[in-house]
């Protein structure tokens, strides 16, 4: 019998779990803002945005392949 992987998402390495809580408004406003940028996971999209303020790399799983996307991550 052939053994095949699961389906899922890719290995993201170690991480460590933050938990956020919004006001329900603004949810709307984030949603689209990780839409427009490209990214499928919201959670992807923070890691990114949360990089990009602290001037520190972009993990490998919450990079874009399109540097124009990456311009997005940058909020004034």
């Given amino acids: 019998m052939e053994s095949r992987a ?27 803002a990780r839409k427009r940028a490209g990214y499928q996971s919201l959670s992807d999209y923070v890691t990114a945005l949360l990089a990009e303020h602290h001037g520190l790399d972009v993990p490998d799983y919450a990079r874009l392949d399109d540097p124009d ?7 004034g």
Avoid: M, N
């Fill in 6 to 32: 699961k389906p899922g998402t890719r290995p993201k390495g170690d991480r460590r779990a933050i938990t956020v809580r919004v006001p329900r408004s603004q949810w709307a406003i984030f949603d689209g």
């Fill in 69 to 75: 996307q990456e311009a997005l991550l940058r909020v």
